[in-house]
């Protein structure tokens, strides 16, 4: 009996945070900033050897990294199951697995050229596999609750503006993100949960380049550098420090919002 209450006080106590494509660029500057912050990270990727090198690579104890393909629903179940055995109930899920939707060339596809293989290809990641996350993670807090639950979706700026360096499929799908994000908060408030999106402009990151479909990064790694009053792209440890201030307790009262972090490309 002691031993179980033990058990349930350390498990509240410490936060657990589920991270998809946490070996990438944003995913993995989220990973390590929760860990520095006292958070047990969960780094789930679809490079499963990436995952577990990330997490061992984490400030702390106790990170994992694991497989999942968010495209799957059978993988995201799996995953779920096998990070709440280990390490107890997800207090913070964080979706940062996406693709920006490039064809067989390495190149984004206009309107006119966009096949509807690389169309699903990318809602399946972005969109779906969003949802296929929240929904087992909704699932779960219904059957048991934790305090100061936390949602973090990843849309984009494209999304907002329609996009400059991305084309459709990827700023249809991120939009789809944000309205799933706003019913998502209505829903899960009831359980004291709040669901938010960060929106990144630019960041310095593998995807960016991949939208520019050259190897070019740093400060010009953007098509329209005069659009950016902060006169450079974003750093993967910004969209860090948002999503750090998503997932505090001290963010109980923000839920449904989108918080831009975009250099001033859009403005509201």
């Known amino acids: 009996m002691a031993a179980d209450m033990q058990k349930s006080e350390s498990t509240t106590q410490a936060r657990i945070a589920f991270i998809t494509g946490g070996a990438g660029g ?12 006292g958070i047990t990270v969960a780094v789930a990727d679809l490079d499963v050897q990436a995952a577990r090198s990330a997490a061992a690579s984490l400030p702390g104890e106790g990170h994992i990294g694991l497989g999942i393909d968010v ?13 709440e055995s280990a390490l107890g109930p997800v207090a913070i899920l964080g979706t940062f697995a996406g693709v920006i939707g490039n064809d067989e060339h390495g190149n ?33 807090r219904a059957e048991e609750n934790v305090p100061h639950g936390r949602v973090i979706t990843v849309s984009s700026s494209g999304a907002q503006i329609g996009g400059y360096q991305s084309k459709s499929a990827y700023c249809a799908s991120k939009g789809a993100v944000l309205s799933l994000t706003k019913v998502a908060a209505r829903e ?30 740093g400060d010009s790694g953007y098509d329209v550098m005069s659009l950016l009053p902060a006169g450079r792209i974003g750093r993967v440890e910004e969209i860090a420090a948002a999503a750090a201030y998503l997932a505090s307790v001290e963010a109980g009262f923000v839920t449904g919002s989108t918080l831009d972090v975009n250099g001033g490309l859009r403005m509201q």
Do not use: H
């Not at 990144?200 to 050259?214: E, F, K, N, S, V």
């Open 26 to 37: 944003l995913g993995f500057a989220t990973a390590k900033r929760f860990a520095s912050d």
């Open 71 to 83: 495209t799957e629903e059978q993988s995201v179940m799996a995953a779920f199951a096998q990070v």
């Open 108 to 140: 984004q596809p206009g309107l006119a050229d966009l096949t509807l293989d690389v169309w699903n290809r990318t809602f399946s990641v972005n969109a779906t596999g969003t949802f296929l996350c929240l929904r087992e993670y909704a699932k779960r």
């Open 188 to 217: 899960l408030a009831p359980l004291g949960i709040t669901v938010n999106a960060i929106a990144p402009g630019p960041i310095d990151t593998p995807m960016l380049q991949a939208a520019r479909g050259t190897a070019a990064s």
